[in-house]
C-alpha cells in the first residue's frame, strides 16, 4: 500500500511540475457525491477515483477521532451513504455533529477504506445532527456503513490490546465485529481490557475498515473516541440460569427420542424378521403374479408404504415388464424411458443396479410435474440382484405423504428384493425346464405323426391318381360328380397332413420373410368349419396390402392357431360369440388384433398367468409368447370392456422384396455414424433407417459426449440437431469438421441462412420428421461426393 502511494506522489508531483513548463493550468476538482467517492473500482478493490482531485460535501455524522498522528472525520448525505474525511486533527477537530461541510483533497485510501485526503475544509452551514445507525453487529461487517455513526450491541468475544490502542471483539465468535479505541483518553471507567468474555455492551462510533493487504473486502471495524462509547449492559455469567433451564429441558428431550428410537426400532425388528419370512415364502410362488399378489398382502403394513409395484426385466424386448397387480394392468416400460417419470425412475435404478430414494417426489429432480403422470409422493425404488444378475425392480410407493426411508429399512428392502430375484430365477429355470419337456413331447409327437403320414401320403396320392384317370374316361355325370368329389377331399386330407407335418416337424432353416395376411387367411380357413360349426361369427378386417415379417412360418403358424383356439375357448358359454381379426401397419411394424366376446367371469383372467399347457393347444401361451418375444415381438392381452378383449401381437416388418432386396439397399461401404439428437424419437427413427442401410450407428443425447467421442473416433457421417443440449450447432461443426467425413445438420423446417453455411459442400441438411426417400438421396449424396474425393 505505502509503494502504490509513494507512486501515486511521484506521478502527481511530476504532473505539477511538468504543467508550468507546458504553460497548462493544474487540473480543476471534481464534483464527486458521496456514492461517487466511496465507490471501488471491483468489490474490495481500490477507490474508483484514488487519485482524483476532488470535492466532497456532506454533513458531519460525529466528532472527529485522532488516530495516531491523523485524524477521520464520517460525513454523510442524508440519504444514509457515508464517506470519511482524512486529515489533522486541528484540521477536523472545529467540526460536531450535523455541520454542513464542503471539502477539497484527494481521493485515495487508508489501509482499504476510501478516504479524502483533504487539504482544505469549510464549514457551509448546519444541520440537526441525526441519530446513530442501530444495526446488528454482523451487518457491520460489511461496506454498506462506512462513515456512518452507528450503535450495536452483542456479547464480548474477546478483549486485547495492540500497538495502536485497545480493541473488543463482539458478537459472533467465526465473525465478530472489531471495537477499536486508538491511543486517546481511556474514559472515565478506564480502557476496554475492563470488560470480560460474555458481557453484553452497547457500542456507539465510526464505521471503518483497516485491511493492510488487498483485497479490501475484510476486517471492518467500528472506532470509538473513547472508552465512554461502550457501556456496560450485562455481566456475563458463568453458568445462566437460562442455560441450565436449557440444559434440563435437553436432558429431557434427549431421553424422549432414546425411547421413542427404541420402540421404533422394536417395532422395526419386528416387521423386518416377518420381511424375511416373507421372503422364504415368495421362494415357493408358482408365478410372478402370485408374487405380487404375497407382496401387495404383506408389504405395504411391514414396510409402511400403500403400493408394491414389480417390474421384470425381460431380454428379448428390452423392457421391463410390470406385472398386473389388483390396481394397475400390466405394461412394458421400455430402457430409454423418457426421464422425470416413474418409469424413467425405475429404468435408471436397474440400469445403475442402484437403491433409489426420493421422500418426496415433487421436490427430486428425478421427477418432473408436468409430464402428467400420477406419482406417488414418495417411493424407493430397489434393484432385484440374483447373483448379481439384475432381474428387475421392486417399487415401495407411499400416497401423499412425505417418507422417509432410514438405513435399516433400505438394507432390509435390498435383501428383500434379492430374495424375490432368486424366487424369479427359480420361475425362470422352472419355465425352462417346462420348455424343454415340451420340445421333446413335441419332437416325439413329430415322430409319430411323421410315421402316421408317411403311411398316409401314398394312399392318398394313389386315391387322387385314380380319381384322375377315371375322371379322364367316359362316364355319366353324377359318376363324374362323385370322382371329383373324391379327389377334391383327397387332395384336402393331402393339405391338412402336410399342415400337421409343419406343426409338428421342428424347423432347421434359416429365418426367411412371411406373409402375416395370408398366413392368417390360411389358418381362419382351416378352422372356418369349426368355428361355423359353434356358432362363432368371425370378421376378417386383414389388410389387402402384403405385409411381410422375418420369421419361422411353422413357429408363427402355431403361435396363432394357439390364440385362435384360447379365443374359441374364452367365448365357451357366451350367447353372442363374436371374433375380429385384424392387421394393421404402425410404423415399421405390424399389430395383429385378435379380438372376442365371452362371459366376463372368463375374460376377468389373466391367461399368461393361469393357462397351463393343454388348455389351448400342447404350446401354451407361456410358450407362445416366448415364440413371438424370439422374432423381436410382443404379445400382450387387454381387457377392452367388460364382455370383450383380444391379444395383441406386434412384429417388426420386412420390405415386400426381403431378403433378395436387403443388399440392395445397404451401402457398399459399412459406415460409422455419430447421431447427436436430444429428441428420442427422432433418435430412433434415424438408427432404425441407417442400421437397415448396414451403419454402425452411435447416438448420444449431449455435444459433450458427441465431441469427446469425434475426438477419439473416425466417423464418416455426423448427424446433428439444430437445438442440442449444451452447445449450438455452429460451434460443434467448427470442432469437430477436421474429423468427421460428412456432416448432417438436422432441422425442423427449411431454414434459408442454411445454404449459405453450406455453399462450400461441407454440410447437408435433412428435415424432421425424417423422409425415408430423402435420407436415402442424403445417402447417396454422400456417397458419392466421398467417391470423388478417393479419386481425386
Not at 153 to 170: D, F, M, P, S
Not at 385 to 390: E, F, M, V, Y
Not at 401 to 425: I, M, T
Not at 617 to 624: A, K, N, R, T
Request: glycine share 8%; aromatic share 6%.
Amino acid at each position: 500500500m505505502v509503494g502504490s502511494r509513494t507512486a501515486s506522489f511521484v506521478v502527481l508531483l511530476l504532473a505539477n511540475l511538468a504543467a508550468p513548463a507546458r504553460g497548462e493550468e493544474p487540473p480543476a476538482p471534481v464534483e464527486l457525491t458521496i456514492p461517487q467517492a466511496a465507490a471501488r473500482q471491483t468489490p474490495g478493490g481500490p477507490p474508483l477515483h484514488e487519485g482524483r482531485f476532488a470535492i466532497v460535501s456532506g454533513i458531519v455524522s460525529a466528532p472527529a477521532i485522532r488516530i495516531l498522528n491523523y485524524a477521520h472525520l464520517g460525513i454523510h448525505d442524508g440519504g444514509g451513504r457515508g464517506f470519511t474525511i482524512e486529515s489533522s486533527f486541528e484540521t477536523l477537530r472545529p467540526f460536531v455533529a450535523g455541520d454542513e461541510v464542503r471539502a477539497e483533497g484527494t481521493i485515495g485510501h487508508r489501509a482499504g477504506l476510501p478516504v479524502l485526503q483533504a487539504n482544505k475544509v469549510s464549514k457551509t452551514g448546519h444541520a440537526s445532527a441525526a441519530p446513530p445507525v442501530r444495526i446488528r453487529p454482523s451487518d457491520a461487517v460489511s461496506p454498506r456503513y462506512l462513515g456512518l455513526l452507528v450503535t450495536t450491541e452483542g456479547r464480548v468475544v474477546e478483549a486485547g490490546a495492540n500497538t495502536g490502542g485497545e480493541y473488543l471483539l463482539i458478537g459472533d465468535s467465526a465473525n465478530p465485529l472489531k471495537i477499536f479505541l486508538p491511543l486517546t483518553t481511556h474514559g472515565a471507567d478506564g480502557g476496554l481490557i475492563r470488560y470480560e468474555n460474555g458481557d453484553k455492551v452497547q457500542v456507539t462510533g465510526l464505521a471503518s475498515q483497516y485491511c493492510p493487504l488487498p483485497p479490501f473486502d475484510r476486517m471492518y471495524q467500528i472506532v470509538v473516541p473513547s472508552a465512554d462509547s461502550v457501556v456496560l449492559l450485562e455481566r456475563g455469567w458463568l453458568m445462566p440460569p437460562y442455560l441450565v433451564a436449557v440444559l434440563a429441558v435437553s436432558v429431557a428431550v434427549i431421553f424422549g427420542f432414546w425411547w421413542i428410537r427404541e420402540r421404533k426400532l422394536s417395532e422395526q425388528r419386528l416387521a423386518m424378521r416377518a420381511l424375511n419370512q416373507l421372503g422364504e415364502e415368495v421362494l415357493s410362488a408358482s408365478s410372478p403374479a402370485d408374487i405380487l399378489d404375497k407382496l401387495s398382502a404383506e408389504v405395504p403394513a411391514l414396510m409402511r408404504v400403500t403400493d408394491v409395484h414389480l417390474y421384470i426385466y425381460r431380454p428379448a424386448t428390452r423392457s421391463l415388464e410390470r406385472i398386473a397387480g389388483r390396481r394397475v394392468e400390466s405394461a412394458n416400460v421400455p430402457l430409454d424411458a423418457p426421464e422425470g417419470t416413474l418409469a424413467g425412475a425405475v429404468v435408471a435404478s436397474f440400469r445403475n443396479r442402484t437403491l433409489l430414494v426420493v421422500p418426496d417426489t415433487s421436490r427430486s429432480p428425478l421427477f418432473r410435474a408436468s409430464c402428467g403422470e400420477p406419482l406417488p409422493r414418495a417411493v424407493m425404488l430397489v434393484p432385484m440382484l440374483a447373483q448379481n444378475d439384475p432381474m428387475g425392480v421392486l417399487a415401495l410407493c407411499h400416497g401423499q405423504s412425505v417418507r422417509n426411508f432410514n438405513q435399516d429399512e433400505q438394507a432390509s428392502a435390498q435383501h428383500f428384493g434379492n430374495q424375490v430375484a432368486v424366487s424369479l430365477k427359480l420361475l425362470e429355470q422352472r419355465t425352462i425346464r417346462e420348455q424343454l419337456f415340451r420340445s421333446e413331447k413335441l419332437a416325439a409327437t413329430g415322430q409319430l405323426i411323421s410315421g402316421i403320414v408317411d403311411q398316409l401320403e401314398a394312399p392318398l396320392d394313389s386315391i387322387m391318381t385314380l380319381a384322375g384317370r377315371t375322371l379322364s374316361r367316359p362316364a355319366d355325370t353324377e359318376t363324374k360328380r362323385l370322382l371329383a368329389a373324391i379327389a377334391s377331399e383327397a387332395r384336402r386330407a393331402s393339405e391338412i397332413v402336410s399342415r400337421l407335418m409343419s406343426f409338428a416337424r421342428a424347423e432347421k432353416v434359416e429365418a426367411k420373410p412371411v406373409e402375416i395376411n395370408s398366413l392368417l387367411s390360411n389358418l381362419m380357413d382351416f378352422l372356418a368349419g369349426k368355428w361355423k360349426a359353434g356358432g362363432i361369427q368371425v370378421t376378417n378386417r386383414l389388410s389387402a396390402e402384403p405385409i411381410y415379417v422375418l420369421g419361422f412360418q411353422g413357429q408363427l403358424e402355431q403361435v396363432f392357431l394357439n390364440l385362435f383356439v384360447h379365443a374359441e375357448q374364452a367365448m365357451a358359454g357366451a350367447e353372442q360369440r363374436e371374433m375380429y381379426i385384424s392387421a394393421s401397419l404402425l410404423a415399421r411394424r405390424v399389430l395383429i388384433a385378435i379380438s372376442y366376446t365371452g362371459p366376463e367371469s372368463a375374460l376377468r383372467r389373466n391367461p399368461f398367468a393361469e393357462t397351463q399347457p393343454g388348455d389351448a393347444g400342447e404350446l401354451g401361451l407361456g410358450v407362445c409368447r416366448g415364440i413371438i418375444q424370439s422374432h423381436s415381438g410382443e404379445m400382450r392381452f387387454v381387457r377392452s370392456s367388460a364382455t370383450t378383449s383380444r391379444f395383441e401381437v406386434e412384429l417388426p416388418v420386412v420390405p415386400a422384396q426381403a431378403a433378395p432386396a436387403a443388399s440392395a439397399v445397404r451401402s457398399a461401404k459399412r459406415w460409422t455414424v455419430l447421431v447427436l439428437e436430444p429428441d428420442q424419437a427422432a433418435q430412433r427413427q434415424l438408427l432404425v433407417e441407417l442400421s437397415a442401410k448396414g451403419a454402425r450407428v452411435i447416438p448420444v443425447s449431449r455435444a459433450e459426449d458427441a465431441v469427446n467421442l469425434v475426438e477419439r473416433t473416425r466417423f464418416d457421417v455426423f448427424f446433428c440437431a439444430a437445438h442440442p443440449t449444451g452447445s449450438n450447432w455452429l460451434e460443434i461443426f467448427e470442432r469437430v469438421r477436421p474429423h468427421i467425413g460428412a456432416f448432417v445438420l438436422l432441422t425442423d423446417g427449411l431454414d434459408a441462412d442454411l445454404a449459405g453455411v453450406f455453399q462450400a459442400g461441407d454440410g447437408q441438411v435433412l428435415r424432421k420428421p425424417i423422409d425415408e426417400g430423402e435420407l436415402g438421396r442424403l445417402i447417396a449424396a454422400i456417397e458419392a461426393r466421398s467417391e470423388q474425393s478417393a479419386a481425386r
